[in-house]
């Protein structure tokens, strides 16, 4: 389920209903990392995995998402090869990537781990967070999550889908139908184009309710808003329907 309203409380509901994982954005919201991760608290509380959506592919904001104890990122607007490698390599603490370490003064690492510069220093055996079992864990951990949602992007979705280290690739709907302006047929062949490149290479693909599932596929629930605007003006039409004008008996 897309999260995009800051209330901890639609996690837990979530979690209640079964959902595996909450898409929590940060890219077309008002609220920020504070924000944020208390929703990532509340998903772990709640047996859910937080993914995030950030507002762009830059490494100092995917490292504090990662810090904060996300368990995967999704980059938005990615339309070539070399853009979902550099995503990927966020995720990765050096010397494989660029991710900056928090190492044991972050949520992620639990504040555990003491102070590196009197470790090594003393000649003192690595340990906790300052090991490669950690580091490699880190990694294992953090999903790769590709969002392919302009024409650019569709063009280029092969070369995407062959870049290692993604885990899976969501077609943006809304993106692209704004691109070719609302051209129905040009978005079911879009996405129908990037399912078929993550099958081939395959990758996970998300999907939108309605479209054919298949082995590998995760599907999206929904936006947490919508449910909710939804939910709402079905109760004010019935609330509605229930009450008689004034003078009617």
Not at 11 to 39: F, K, N, P, Q
Not at 79 to 100: F, K, T
Not at 136 to 161: C, F, M, N, S, Y
Request: proline share 4%.
């Amino acid at each position: 389920m897309w999260v995009t309203a800051p209330w901890m409380g639609v996690i837990e509901i979530l979690g209640t209903a079964g959902a595996d994982a909450a898409l929590i954005d940060l890219e077309h919201v008002s609220y920020d990392l504070a924000e944020v991760e208390r929703l990532i608290v509340s998903c772990e509380a709640s047996g859910i995995s937080p993914l995030v959506r950030p507002p762009g592919t830059e490494v100092e904001v995917v490292s504090r998402l990662l810090d904060a104890g996300a368990h995967g990122i999704v980059f938005p607007q990615v339309e070539n090869a070399g853009q979902a490698a550099y995503g990927v390599s966020c995720l990765s603490h050096r010397p494989h990537g660029i991710r900056g370490w928090g190492g044991a003064h972050t949520r992620h690492a639990g504040w555990q781990g003491g102070y590196a510069g009197e470790l090594m220093a003393s000649g003192g055996a690595a340990s906790g967070v300052y090991t490669r079992d950690y580091v490699e864990k880190a990694r294992a951990d953090a999903a790769a999550v590709i969002l392919v949602e302009t024409v650019a992007g569709v063009e280029q979705i092969a070369a995407i889908a062959a870049v290692p280290g993604i885990d899976a690739v969501i077609f943006g709907w809304g993106d692209y139908a704004v691109e070719v302006e609302f051209d129905g047929e040009r978005c079911r062949e879009a996405a129908a184009r990037v399912y078929g490149a993550c099958r081939r290479a395959g990758l996970g693909v998300a999907l939108s309710p309605g479209d054919e599932p298949y082995p590998g596929c995760l599907v999206i629930a929904g936006v947490d808003t919508l449910v909710m605007s939804a939910a709402l003006t079905s109760a004010v039409t019935r609330a509605r329907g229930s009450v008689l004008p004034m003078g009617e008996a």
